[in-house]
């Protein structure tokens, strides 16, 4: 009699625990990603029970081959890269999101503490580690690694703020947070040259958000920033360990800082 009592307790906690496992909504943003969609939507297979893709009006075959993979795709004007990811996030079916960007992979240990999440939603958002694979080489050090991402939450609770193109996703007040095992892989720049033309992109932008948030640049700003963010990067934060790509990080990461602030004091002009 109590090895059946202990059966069917059993039996009544995975019944229980079965229909309280959440629904995910897999979430990626897309632009001319044909290099890296294919990974992207093949890492989220066993963890997402539906992928929503929101494209930008892509050129290359990003739609194709986001359509071989069965995933819902849209089409979204682009206005920003926050404003983006917001839109995107009402295009979910269930209030649980893990969002990633298309050069993005999900590793098999960050896969497993996932699928442990769905079975015990305990937080109101996860963050994990982000590692950087830069011309073929892991960045480990410098400002990419450990580079803390919070990418899953209960959309409900939160949505994403920062200043466009870096943007962050900010739970409400009060809402807790906890960090998984595992890395976000990032498949960031194949050569170097795409890292050059990425910060001259990315420098205007900042630039044009900082101005419309009120933020003024000055010359001791377009000298100083620049050299700091520099040795923290290179030296307080172990860039050199990066041999020369660590370098060429810390080089083009002192440039975009300094053409930032530049460009931003043409607009005080």
């Known amino acids: 009699m109590q090895i059946c009592k202990a059966l069917f307790f059993i039996f009544v906690l995975k019944t229980v625990n ?3 496992k959440i629904k995910l909504s897999a979430v990626i943003i897309t632009f001319n990603e044909e290099k890296n969609i294919e990974r992207c939507i093949g ?3 066993n963890i997402a029970d539906e992928i929503v893709v929101v494209d930008s009006f892509s050129t290359d075959r990003t739609k194709e ?3 071989e993979f ?4 849209i089409e979204h004007a682009f206005e920003g890269h926050i404003q983006q990811k917001n839109w995107a996030i009402t295009q979910a079916n269930f209030n649980h999101v893990l969002s990633l960007d298309a050069d993005e992979a999900i590793s098999k240990e960050l896969e497993t503490s996932i699928l442990r999440v769905k079975e015990n939603w305990n937080a109101e958002g996860y963050s994990f580690n982000r590692m950087t694979n830069y011309c073929g080489k892991w960045i480990k050090h410098g400002h990419w690694y450990p580079d ?3 990418r899953l939450w209960d959309s409900s609770k939160g949505k994403w703020g920062g200043k466009n193109p870096h943007d962050t996703y900010l739970l409400d007040s009060g809402q807790k947070a906890t960090h998984l095992k595992g890395d976000l892989f990032h498949y960031s720049y194949y050569t170097v040259d795409e890292h050059w033309k990425q910060a001259e992109k990315f420098s205007k932008i900042a630039a044009k ?3 419309e948030t009120g933020k003024k640049s000055s010359w001791l700003k377009i000298i100083f920033s620049p050299i700091s963010r520099f040795i923290s990067s290179y030296l307080f934060h172990r860039g050199f360990m990066d041999g020369k790509y660590g370098w060429t990080i810390a080089k083009i990461t002192y440039w975009e800082t300094k053409q930032k602030y530049k460009l931003l004091k043409t607009y005080d002009s």
């Open 65 to 67: 081959l986001c359509l």
């Open 18 to 20: 079965l229909f309280m």
């Open 209 to 211: 958000a900082y101005h």
């Open 43 to 45: 890492s989220l297979k």
């Open 70 to 73: 069965g995933v819902r795709f």
């Open 148 to 150: 803390s991402k919070l």
